[in-house]
């Protein structure tokens, strides 16, 4: 088990531009979470994947942001025409969901800064 | 979802327990009481969690408070390597499985 890997682990990029990361869950994990967290705060839900469906995106995720899961495995989070607000710690992880029970296991992160 | 309220930062000296509240007055019969944490630069780490009764694992304690509206993380000898920001977050294990929602944490600062 070599946990949740995410990359790049930083990333800067000038307003306007896109920018994708990727993550890579725990595998046989069926569910997999993004969250956004600024200075000094939590992490933000943004959106979800069981499997490969996208169940729940948070309001948060504006229509520049699309996250994809494709065959339920990796997934990644893309961010268009990128704005200096969006510059935040982007947090993966991923959970196995057995009975009622749910532990999420966290990513390293993707640091992103927006010139 | 049910919110929670932490104290914004803590101190403690190494060796010594730590007790790390959160109140959650408005705590629902199915919410799960779930403590993660974060150490710099790192993402949030499953520390434990608990319904009712109070927990123990290799990690810590967590000391569940009789009408459930407030609870406790008890370390029981913090090292260096613990400090961290501790998130208290409710989560309804029957209803709403999907999202955690953290807020901003205790940071918790080990004196050597």
Avoid at chain 1, 104 to 114: E, H, I, M, N, S
Avoid at chain 2, 7 to 19: A, F, I, L, T
């Amino acid at each position: 088990d070599t946990g949740v890997s995410q990359d790049p682990r930083h990333k800067i990029t000038k307003r306007g531009q896109n920018v994708t990361f990727r993550c890579d869950p725990i595998s046989e994990h069926n569910r997999l979470y993004w969250y956004r967290q600024t200075l000094g705060q939590g992490p933000e839900f943004l959106t979800y994947f069981q499997n490969e469906a996208q169940l729940e995106k948070s309001r948060l995720l504006s229509d520049r942001f699309s996250a994809e899961r494709p065959k339920g495995s990796f997934s990644t989070l893309e961010i268009q025409r990128t704005e200096q607000g969006d510059s935040a710690m982007y947090l993966c992880a991923s959970s196995y969901l057995a009975g009622d029970q749910e532990t999420q296991y966290f990513g390293p992160g993707t640091r992103l800064l927006v010139l | 979802d049910a919110k929670t309220t932490q104290p914004n930062s803590m101190e403690s000296n190494e060796e010594e327990p730590v007790h790390l509240p959160c109140n959650h007055s408005t705590i629902s019969g199915t919410d799960y009481i779930h403590w993660y944490r974060q150490l710099p630069s790192q993402g949030p780490e499953y520390v434990i969690h608990g319904l009712t009764s109070n927990v123990n694992n290799r990690m810590a304690s967590l000391a569940i408070a009789e009408d459930r509206k407030s609870s406790t993380l008890i370390l029981h000898r913090a090292t260096l390597r613990d400090a961290a920001v501790y998130y208290c977050i409710l989560r309804d294990e029957y209803f709403n499985f999907n999202k955690f929602y953290f807020g901003s944490g205790t940071k918790l600062n080990v004196k050597p």
